[in-house]
């Protein structure tokens, strides 16, 4: 069973920056995909940045040129650095890992992120 722990999170005034962290209980290199979803209340849950199967990276339009997705191999971890936070980046932030093996799919418990204008 894959664990995903998130950190981070915050509440934090619009301009400021955050940065996330997911620990993953494997390898990064067991992982097809690697990334992060955020959820805001009455929406859906909605991709924002990951590595892919192919080794590149999506991010969402609405976090391009703000958001950074890093990984540190050694610590099987994976980063979303986020700056210039603005109200409507305000949601639960969860790490998201697809195992290469099996295609399976895991979920992080979530980390809030809350930013006040």
């Known amino acids: 069973q894959v664990q995903l722990v998130e950190s981070g999170g915050g509440l934090v005034q619009a301009g400021t920056s955050l940065r996330l962290s997911c620990a993953a209980s494997e390898t990064i290199f067991a992982f097809n995909a690697l990334g992060w979803y955020r959820q805001a209340p009455g929406k859906q849950r909605e991709l924002v940045a990951t590595?892919?199967?192919?080794?590149?990276?999506n991010y969402a339009d609405s976090v391009k040129g703000r958001f950074t997705i890093s990984r540190d191999n050694a610590k099987n971890t994976v980063y979303l650095q986020m700056n210039s936070l603005k109200p409507e980046d305000t949601a639960v932030y969860y790490c998201n890992a697809v195992l290469k093996w099996n295609g399976a799919g895991y979920w992080g418990q979530g980390t809030q992120v809350t930013v006040s204008s």
């Open positions: 590595f892919t199967r192919t080794g590149n990276i």
